[in-house]
């Protein structure tokens, strides 16, 4: 660039010193470093300010905590159970056709206790309502667990659902035992209801199953995410996604309380 292409700069003129004698010194003026601790005991006292409310609040809300039932809060600690992540998959012994071994495997899953379970001094320990009476022993009673109850009803529906596709239920019989389970003109009704093993009490029972299971769904309303699965991504089945789960230490506790049949 050629030398007539320079810019021109003009001198500024100097500043009288005492015309400054109004302004602070820079050393005295706070440094970037400065701000930054500044900012930072601002954020700690908010921090601590915040806590010593909580703690405030915690400190007061002890004697409502203290005041809690007692048995209550034994009976929660009773029934915890840690938790795992699990992956669903398929499992093609739960998915299959009633067969000794599909049969046994569903079986399995009630345990020995089928799902019930004796507690000792249930009313004064647990602040639970009475429960089943247990013969020789009047300070216990036998009590259900819904996870139980649950599986109960989906292995009561499993076997309807299949003995009406393989025959052993006609659409007629079939009307017939709803006609009865619902208060139908059948004179032996009664009687059926205690034979837990009849086609009445069963499709009865499977009614309630019904309810009982849209009941439990929606209480324990699990929102966990699902993935889609499928080469185009439109399969919502459940498998392959992580779910948060009881770990079976549920099987230890219905062991520890099992109901002793005479």
């Not at 409502?64 to 669903?88: G, H, R, Y």
């Not at 495997?105 to 020995?112: N, S």
């Not at 001094?121 to 259900?144: I, Q, T």
Request: proline fraction near 7%.
């Amino acid at each position: 660039m050629g030398a007539d292409m320079q810019p021109d700069y003009a001198r500024l003129p100097e500043v009288d010193q005492q015309s400054c004698d109004g302004f602070v010194s820079s050393e005295f003026l706070p440094t970037r470093r400065d701000r930054r601790k500044g900012i930072l005991y601002l954020v700690w006292f908010v921090f601590g300010v915040a806590s010593g409310a909580l703690l405030l609040k915690m400190l007061q809300d002890l004697p409502l905590l203290m005041t809690l039932d007692s048995s209550e809060a034994k009976l929660q600690s009773l029934l915890w159970m840690p938790t795992e992540i699990v992956v669903f998959q398929p499992n093609d012994l739960f998915a299959s056709i009633p067969s000794p071994t599909s049969d046994r495997a569903w079986d399995e899953l009630l345990g020995p206790s089928r799902g019930f379970v004796n507690f000792e001094n249930p009313e004064e320990e647990l602040g639970l309502p009475p429960g089943r009476p247990v013969p020789d022993d009047p300070k216990s009673a036998v009590y259900g667990i819904s996870m139980f109850h649950q599986l109960h009803c989906l292995i009561m529906i499993r076997e309807i659902y299949y003995g009406i596709l393989l025959g052993e239920y006609n659409t007629t019989m079939f009307h017939v035992e709803m006609d009865n389970a619902d208060g139908g003109a059948d004179k032996d009704n009664h009687e059926h209801e205690h034979d837990r093993s009849g086609k009445a009490f069963k499709i009865k029972h499977t009614k309630h199953c019904f309810d009982y299971l849209q009941q439990s769904i929606r209480c324990a309303g699990l929102m966990q995410v699902e993935m889609p699965q499928g080469p185009d991504r439109n399969i919502f089945d459940g498998y392959g996604s992580p779910h948060v789960c009881k770990r079976w230490d549920i099987t230890v506790f219905m062991e520890e309380h099992r109901v002793i049949e005479e």
